[in-house]
């Protein structure tokens, strides 16, 4: 039985004529919407706030996460004019706005269009921002620049009636770097750069990917071992999500709604032919195929590129917020010493492109002057964090400043040599992608003395890539305000007892949970150590 | 809105839902003789991380799957809210009623 959403987005017929209801409650009033209309206002990338009536979070659709100067620079206006003057950059590679009155919103959308911004399907049950390599075409390493695939995917999707009502929300990723940075293990659909030999030759295109996912239930995604060149990803991408969007048993349940459950019920040979029947060219077979090792990637610091004598800056933006005034310095920065390229990534960090050799130091001397420093500590690098209790309905916890409070405390005491991934998620739908983490802090609450608090659930041993695993759950509901000298203690004494070289998730795996649940414990007399 | 332990968690009690509550919203406790728990609507927050662990698949998403239990969840969470936890049985443990199984 459909559920009551499938009702709505039936009765509607298409999702995106949610404009006209956004465009009359702009003149009526934030009351004149019904709850229909403010579940249809995801599909222009509006989703209401948490505690304050009246307001939205304004989700873009930056696709790859490709911005020029001019972009950022229009994006900072609106910030700037109605909305508290700061973003938050996501983890895929998107920006939020907060603070959208429903009276604004009409001008804010019209003004983004005309910078060439859609928020079309940012949210809702449809294709949402497709994330690829923020290096793409400037990455010495890379297979070969995969961007241009990924506008036309997107292009393809962006507000496509066809598309515009899947069974639940819907992510892919589309790169070809060495890393695969672009997440490929944890997306609906993923299209993996790949160099394929044949007769003698080398052939470049794409690895498939399908099913990966996190929320409440944990899946990597599954080669489906198929090798699709660049002009057939579009063909190949369009054949899956028509299975997907007609696979009507996974519109009867919410909670079992996403593409990786199709993946898992279905199996990867079946979805394969269903797929294959839907093309008119032969699917063609990947052979031998190699992973990357995980490795801590975020792109910071100053790289050179491919091309001569040009570099991209990267810089930590810490937990993602970044205010109006570091949007506008870094958008005025990439304009006078490089392109007007900038890119966002999935760490929720910026980079300035193509950048002369010579100009890099006033480029960082700008950005510094404003509070961004490309030489963020190991600690301050690895930090994710969701939007949490501060705007969003579904936390409960605070995320983004207890994040900065914790990376604050431990930066004086302990010195990483590189960093960790510390994600810091708000809820068990672990947007901040907790679950790949070093260390994942999920949210949640628990009652001392008759007050609810804020607690945090600690998993570690998360990583993507060849050994890739999900973290494990050692110590529910901590304090929030106790973690900071929790996560002190395991990590000073990770320091003191790894083996040369040893990484975290290692280190974990080799002292056994038992023994990082007791340096997880409340601080105790060093004489009550047993071992 | 709130998730509901329907009847295949009587008699079962596997207490796998409680530790990943992130607002401690499952209580157990006894109905008409047999073990059973239940989720209190007035806590649960529907984020949705009960409902992929019970090993038998007893938890719903909303009301609207199991209007007889969701009544159930609603009446006996005051009385069962005080109760002490029980220790979860593994998530592998054969179902003790026949017709339930292992999801």
């Known amino acids: 039985m459909p559920t009551p959403q499938e009702a709505i987005k039936t009765g509607i017929g298409n999702p995106f004529a949610v404009r006209e209801k956004i465009e009359a409650a702009a003149k009526e009033g934030f009351t004149s919407l019904t709850e229909d209309d403010k579940f249809l206002a995801k599909w222009y990338g509006l989703y209401t706030h948490r505690n304050e009536p009246g307001y939205f979070m304004l989700r873009l659709k930056i696709p790859g996460g490709f911005l020029s100067s001019a972009q950022m620079k229009t994006i900072a206006k609106i910030a700037a004019e109605q909305n508290k003057d700061f973003a938050d950059l996501t983890t895929r590679q998107d920006i939020q706005l907060h603070w959208v009155a429903v009276k604004e919103a009409p001008w804010i959308l019209e003004t983004l269009k005309e910078a060439g911004i859609s928020t079309l399907g940012a949210c809702g049950d449809v294709m949402r921002n497709i994330v690829g390599c923020p290096v793409a075409g400037v990455d010495a390493r890379e297979y070969f620049d995969a961007s241009p695939v990924l506008q036309e995917a997107s292009d393809f999707f962006l507000g496509n009636v066809e598309f515009g009502n899947l069974p639940r929300k819907y992510k892919v990723s589309i790169a070809a770097c060495r890393d695969q940075c672009q997440q490929p293990e944890i997306q609906c659909v993923s299209f993996v750069g790949a160099e394929r030999r044949v007769d003698g030759g080398a052939q470049l295109g794409f690895d498939v990917q399908v099913g990966g996912g996190l929320s409440t239930k944990w899946y990597f995604g599954q080669r489906m071992n198929a090798f699709v060149r660049p002009e057939q990803v579009v063909p190949v991408l369009k054949a899956i999500t028509e299975v997907y969007r007609d696979a009507l048993e996974y519109r009867n349940s919410r909670s079992r709604a996403r593409f990786k459950y199709l993946v898992a019920d279905w199996g990867i040979d079946k979805l394969k032919q269903a797929v294959q029947a839907k093309l008119d060219f032969p699917l063609e077979e990947m052979g031998p195929y190699e992973e990357p090792a995980d490795s801590y990637k975020d792109h910071v610091g100053v790289h050179e590129q491919k091309q001569p004598d040009l570099f991209y800056v990267g810089i930590p933006v810490p937990v993602g917020r970044i205010t109006g005034k570091q949007m506008r310095k870094a958008a005025d920065l990439a304009q006078t010493y490089g392109d007007g390229t900038i890119r966002l990534t999935v760490r929720q960090n910026l980079l300035l492109l193509n950048i002369p050799k010579d100009k890099v130091a006033p480029v960082l001397e700008g950005l510094d002057s404003v509070g961004l420093n490309v030489n963020g500590s190991p600690i301050l690098r690895g930090v994710l964090a969701c939007t949490g209790i501060e705007f969003c309905r579904l936390a409960v916890t605070e995320t983004k400043a207890r994040a900065l409070e914790i990376v604050e405390y431990l930066e004086g005491r302990v010195l990483l040599e590189e960093p960790l991934r510390i994600h810091v998620t708000g809820c068990p739908n672990t947007c901040a992608q907790s679950p790949i983490a070093h260390i994942g802090l999920q949210g949640s609450r628990a009652t001392v003395e008759g007050r609810s608090i804020e607690t945090y659930d600690v998993a570690v041993g998360g990583q993507l890539g060849r050994d890739r695993a999900f973290n494990r759950f050692l110590i529910r509901k901590i304090p929030a305000t106790e973690i900071k000298s929790r996560l002190e203690r395991l990590l000073l004494e990770y320091k003191r007892l790894r083996k040369s070289g040893e990484a975290f998730n290692d280190f974990c795996r080799r002292i056994g949970d038992e023994a990082v649940v007791k340096l997880l414990a409340p601080p105790e007399k060093p004489s009550d150590r047993s071992w | ?103």
Not at chain 2, 73 to 102: A, E, I, Y
Request: glycine letters at 6%; charged letters at 25%.
């Open chain 2, 1 to 103: 809105m709130s998730y509901v332990i329907t009847n295949k968690c009587l008699g079962e009690q596997y207490a796998s839902c409680v530790e990943v509550c992130p607002v401690d919203c499952i209580y157990p406790g006894d109905h008409k003789g047999e073990k059973f728990m239940v989720i209190d609507p007035e806590i649960c927050i529907t984020c949705g991380a009960c409902l992929p662990v019970c090993p038998i698949g007893a938890i719903v998403e909303s009301e609207d799957y199991d209007q007889e239990f969701a009544k159930v969840n609603k009446d006996l969470s005051p009385s069962f809210k005080g109760n002490p936890k029980v220790t979860p049985r593994p998530s592998n443990d054969p179902p003790h009623k026949p017709t339930n199984k292992l999801v």
